[in-house]
């Protein structure tokens, strides 16, 4: 009765995980629940994942990380779990989209436009909201990719997008002295995306060579399981220090070890 009360009483560590229904979201999600005292407010167009469905201490939001009310929606129920004061201790901004893969010659500006609002413009719009809400060791984590320093063929539009997620960060850092922001490159990871990059249609986008490499990627099993960068984003969302605050990080950097 007495640890009843214990556990009634412990102070919630509140996160919001976008893109939490599978892949790299979820695998985060997971990793964060690990903790006693953590919950997760998931966001994501489709429903819940099985495996954190019922959980206790996860919340999920339907809707699409573009839409502000699903934004607002978010954050309010983050804020309004009992044991964190309205606080909330941080986000990861994982949900991303790598489709139109098409040349920047003949992309639709329409599908250009749209990646880049779930890729960057809806990141800014939660991260506006969280940060009203953000506690004293707030922590954004935005999943960022090695396509932004390094042009692909055929992925001008993801680059361009994860690029421009970089930035964000680094101008976040400057004014938002309050909460650690950081940007994270979680490798190449076995996911849905890596599968819709493999695709045989892709081939002029990308050329036959890119498509070949990452076709060999997953045929020789070389893909990271997404439990491993989820493992180092939990890590930075829980614990970052105010040094990587602005930082583009590897998600098997020495210097995560440690938090
Ligand atoms: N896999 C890789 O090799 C790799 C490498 C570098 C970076 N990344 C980055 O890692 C992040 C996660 O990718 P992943 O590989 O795990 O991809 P994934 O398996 O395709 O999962 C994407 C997640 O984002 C959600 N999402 C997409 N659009 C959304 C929207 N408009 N609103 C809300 N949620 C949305 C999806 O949920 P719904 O469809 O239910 O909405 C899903 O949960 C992305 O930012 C990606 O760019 C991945």
Not at 123 to 133: E, N
Not at 146 to 155: D, E, I, K, L, T
Not at 218 to 243: G, M, T, W
């Amino acid at each position: 009765m007495g640890k009843k009360k214990d556990l009634q009483l412990m102070p919630t560590r509140v996160f919001i995980v976008t893109g939490s229904s599978r892949g790299i979201g979820l695998a985060t999600t997971l990793a964060l629940l690990e903790a006693a005292d953590t919950v997760v407010v998931g966001v994501s167009r489709g429903a819940a994942a099985a495996a954190v469905a019922s959980h206790g201490r996860y919340e999920h939001v339907t809707g699409s990380v573009t839409d502000e009310a699903t934004q607002r929606a978010a954050v309010a129920a983050a804020a309004a779990r009992e044991g964190t004061a309205g606080r909330i201790g941080g986000v990861v901004f994982n949900a991303g989209v790598v489709q139109p893969i098409a040349r920047l010659d003949g992309v639709d500006v329409g599908r250009l436009r749209a990646l880049l609002d779930v890729n960057v413009v809806s990141a800014v719009g939660l991260a506006q909201k969280a940060a009203a809400h953000a506690g004293a060791t707030a922590r954004f984590v935005f999943v960022s990719s090695g396509a932004a320093v390094a042009p692909y063929r055929g992925w001008g539009a993801y680059c361009a997008s994860k690029a421009a997620l970089n930035m964000v960060v680094r101008v976040l850092a400057l004014e938002l002295p309050h909460v650690v922001s950081v940007a994270v490159r979680p490798g190449v990871v076995d996911t849905d995306m890596q599968a819709a990059l493999r695709l045989a249609e892709n081939r002029d986008a990308m050329g036959q060579d890119n498509l070949d490499y990452f076709t060999a990627l997953h045929a020789d099993a070389k893909l990271l399981s997404p439990d491993l960068p989820a493992k180092a984003i939990a890590r930075l969302v829980l614990n970052a220090p105010k040094e990587l605050s602005g930082e583009f990080i590897n998600w098997n950097d020495p210097r995560l070890e440690s938090l």
